[in-house]
């Protein structure tokens, strides 16, 4: 069965595209230029995410839960070395309104 989402041919994805196009020129006017590209992870597109990869390099893949008190995928690609930070995101009762907790349900996730 085809995918049904469009990937690098849909509207953003097309955006994405010229993006790395633009990266393109950009250096190779100026090959000491240091650029962070930061996308979904759509590795389940394996086409459209190859074609990245081929033009970007191999990314950084981090999960936002692992800094932050939000889950979401993302992939960075950079020529530049980034050191990570380490695996605390702390209490998320922290980030709470005053008066305000979480309330965790048995599957260990919080909710309002």
Not at 2 to 30: A, E, S, T, Y
Not at 46 to 62: F, S
Not at 83 to 97: F, I, L, Q, R, T
Request: aromatic share 10%; net charge neutral.
């Amino acid at each position: 069965m085809k995918d049904p989402r469009p990937g690098l041919d849909g509207k953003r994805g097309m955006v994405f595209r010229q993006c790395i196009q633009v990266l393109r020129w950009v250096l190779k006017h100026n090959p000491e230029c240091q650029f962070m590209v930061e996308n979904v992870v759509f590795d389940g597109m394996p086409e459209h995410w190859n074609e990245v990869c081929a033009a970007l390099g191999q990314p950084i893949l981090v999960n936002a839960s692992n800094y932050s008190f939000t889950t979401r995928n993302r992939a960075y690609w950079t020529n530049f070395t980034v050191v990570m930070p380490a695996h605390a995101p702390g209490n998320p009762d922290s980030c709470m309104d005053e008066g305000r907790v979480l309330i965790w349900l048995s599957s260990n996730e919080p909710t309002l």
